[in-house]
């Protein structure tokens, strides 16, 4: 019996979605993957090794260069080396007594204290729809904009978004969907 061992594709799956999402007037399109590949090397560990997410590091890194992508200020902030996570796998998979390592968790240092709930970078109000990889982005996005609503997962909400863009009496500046590339 004979076996083949085939190389990745170079192109990823999500790259049909992505270039055909960037035909789109006035859509911006930012993808932190390549991002978060080079940062990998230098920066230590941006998802947690026992989870599907981003870590603190890692979704900060996503954040500022969506922040550069957009050419608005972003939140300068430092990380330190943070306590033992476990992470969603460990749950998912019932595992007892699991080796976790602290090195994949980062805690923010906010450069002064209450600085993710000062006075905002941009004045611009934004809605966000994502999925569970938001969750990571909260504080960085509170601490960046003026107004942030979130309105729940694009799952359920892309199919009113116009719906609800159509009705609100104040329309936002900007709106952020969230999509993990797994998704896709």
Known sequence: RRVLFRSPSPIRYSAFFLDELRTIERLTVYDPSADLLTAKNTEGLLYWRTDTHWNAKGAYLAYVGLMKH???????????????????????????????????????????????????????????????????????????????????????????????????PKKPDLILVVRVERSF
């Not at 595992?95 to 000062?118: A, C, M, N, Q, Y």
């Not at 809605?127 to 904009?145: I, M, P, Q, R």
């Not at 909400?157 to 009705?167: I, S």
């Open 70 to 168: 957009l050419s608005l200020p972003y939140v300068d902030l430092s990380f330190k080396q943070g306590e033992v996570r476990p992470g969603d796998l460990i749950g998912i998979s019932k595992l007892k007594d699991f080796p976790i390592r602290p090195d994949d968790h980062w805690e923010v240092l906010w450069t002064k204290p209450g600085d993710s709930g000062s006075k905002a970078l941009v004045p611009l109000h934004i809605w966000v729809v994502g999925d569970s990889f938001t969750e990571g982005l909260k504080d960085y996005l509170n601490a960046s904009f003026s107004q942030v609503h979130y309105l729940g997962h694009w799952d359920q909400k892309l199919k009113t978004l116009p719906q609800e863009l159509e009705q609100a």
